[in-house]
Nanobody, 128 residues
Framework: VQLQASGGGLVQAGDSLRLSCAASGRTFNDYSVAWFRQAPGKEREFVASISWRSGSTYYADSVKGRFTISRDNAKNSAYLQMNSLKPTDTAVYYC??????????????????????WGQGTLVTVSS
C-alpha cells in the first residue's frame, strides 16, 4: 500500500487545517486508518484513528474536540480536520494503515509498531 499525505503548512494559533491521505495499491476500504504525529525531538505519537467498516473514531486526549478524522472509501482517502490549532500541534503528521485488514481492534491501535504502511508525512507548523 502506498500512502500520500498532504495539506500541511504554516498557520497561526487558532487557525484550521485539513490534512489528506491518499492510498493506492490495496483495498483501502478494508483497513482502519490512523494519523500520527512527530514533533522535533519527540517520539511519534498517536493522534486519531477511524475503523474500516463502521466509521467509528478514536482520538488522543490532546486533540479530542479539536480534530476530526474521516474517510471517503470511494476516493481511497482519509482526512484529518484540525481546528483551534495550538503551537503544541506543530509536528510532521503521518497517515498509517495497520498490518491486518478487517481488524476488529484496529480502531484502538495507538502504537506505531502496530502499523505497516506509512505516508511520507506532511509538516504542520503553528505559530503563536
Amino acid at each position: 500500500v502506498q500512502l500520500q499525505a498532504s495539506g500541511g503548512g504554516l498557520v497561526q494559533a487558532g487557525d484550521s487545517l485539513r490534512l489528506s491521505c491518499a492510498a493506492s495499491g490495496r483495498t483501502f476500504n478494508d483497513y482502519s486508518v490512523a494519523w500520527f504525529r512527530q514533533a522535533p525531538g519527540k517520539e511519534r505519537e498517536f493522534v486519531a484513528s477511524i475503523s474500516w467498516r463502521s466509521g467509528s473514531t478514536y482520538y488522543a486526549d490532546s486533540v479530542k474536540g479539536r480534530f476530526t478524522i474521516s474517510r471517503d472509501n470511494a476516493k481511497n482517502s482519509a482526512y484529518l480536520q484540525m481546528n483551534s490549532l495550538k503551537p503544541t500541534d506543530t509536528a510532521v503528521y503521518y497517515c498509517a494503515l495497520p498490518f491486518s485488514q478487517f481488524s476488529p481492534g484496529g480502531l484502538y491501535y495507538t502504537r506505531s509498531y502496530e502499523y505497516a504502511y506509512w505516508g511520507q508525512g506532511t509538516l504542520v507548523t503553528v505559530s503563536s
